[in-house]
């Protein structure tokens, strides 16, 4: 039974009305405390000094988001503070194949925000973690039944992966068309296949992610 104290919640969020809608839903739960920092390493100072309960982070930091240093960050705190509570709150367009490996494999109680994660649910959610459970939405379940079907995440064409590569390289749409040798509408349609197979919504994510899957480039093949 979770004793009825203050659980100090820290919120890790980059928009200062994300914490404003956060702290406005659970104002009328006492039980919880809550702390909103705008930065990483704003939280890493906090950590320090004062470790929270629960620590509810986005992983959306800047634009485009750098979803990478969120989840060094969150490696950070599983290794040195493992007794808190990590919960991922963040729209679900960042939870790609790869974001989800990524943080499950640093241990956490996984939660994304969706309209209808108001207080009552928010609340919900915390007691349950506080008791050893471990809170998944609809949304990110649905990307466990993707993984666990066996359906590929990426499976994308030669084309696609030629693309990917140009776009790690840092070339625009143009560029990737003259040294593809195909129009730039194509590209662009290359560039939205990517982005829906793989479940992003940023440039930069394809990016990373290609960096993650080929950290040594393509492999060689005939045409």
């Given at each position: 039974?979770?004793?009825?104290?203050?659980?100090?919640?820290?919120?890790?969020?980059?928009?200062?009305?994300?914490?404003?809608?956060?702290?406005?839903d659970l104002?009328?739960?006492?039980?919880?405390?809550?702390?909103?920092?705008?930065?990483?390493?704003?939280?890493?100072?906090?950590?320090?000094?004062?470790?929270?309960?629960?620590?509810?982070?986005?992983?959306?930091?800047?634009?485009?988001?750098?979803?990478?240093?969120?989840?060094?960050?969150?490696?950070?705190?599983?290794?040195?503070?493992?007794?808190?509570?990590?919960?991922?709150?963040?729209?679900?367009?960042?939870?790609?194949?790869?974001?989800?490996?990524?943080?499950?494999?640093?241990?956490?109680?996984?939660?994304?925000?969706?309209?209808?994660?108001?207080?009552?649910?928010?609340?919900?959610?915390?007691?349950?973690?506080?008791?050893?459970?471990?809170?998944?939405?609809?949304?990110?379940?649905?990307?466990?039944?993707?993984?666990?079907?066996?359906?590929?995440?990426?499976?994308?064409?030669?084309?696609?992966?030629?693309?990917?590569?140009?776009?790690?390289?840092?070339?625009?749409?143009?560029?990737?068309?003259?040294?593809?040798?195909?129009?730039?509408?194509?590209?662009?349609?290359?560039?939205s296949n990517?982005?829906?197979?793989?479940?992003?919504?940023?440039?930069?994510?394809?990016?990373?992610?290609?960096?993650?899957?080929?950290?040594?480039?393509?492999?060689?093949s005939d045409?």
């Amino acid at each position: 039974m979770i004793e009825q104290r203050k659980i100090n919640i820290l919120y890790v969020e980059d928009q200062k009305e994300h914490i404003r809608g956060v702290e406005s839903d659970l104002a009328s739960f006492p039980l919880y405390e809550v702390k909103g920092l705008t930065s990483l390493e704003e939280a890493r100072q906090e950590l320090r000094v004062n470790p929270p309960d629960i620590l509810l982070l986005d992983l959306g930091f800047g634009m485009p988001p750098r979803i990478e240093e969120s989840i060094k960050f969150l490696n950070e705190v599983r290794k040195t503070l493992p007794q808190i509570k990590v919960v991922i709150y963040s729209a679900i367009h960042y939870l790609s194949h790869f974001t989800i490996y990524a943080a499950l494999d640093a241990g956490i109680s996984y939660l994304v925000k969706e309209d209808n994660w108001m207080g009552e649910e928010l609340d919900r959610a915390f007691r349950t973690i506080l008791a050893g459970g471990v809170v998944y939405s609809q949304a990110v379940v649905k990307h466990f039944k993707d993984l666990l079907m066996g359906r590929k995440p990426s499976s994308l064409t030669k084309r696609e992966l030629e693309v990917a590569e140009c776009i790690h390289r840092g070339l625009t749409n143009p560029q990737i068309a003259e040294e593809l040798h195909i129009a730039v509408p194509g590209v662009r349609d290359h560039v939205s296949n990517i982005m829906s197979k793989l479940n992003f919504s940023r440039r930069a994510e394809i990016a990373v992610w290609f960096e993650k899957t080929y950290p040594h480039g393509l492999p060689n093949s005939d045409d």
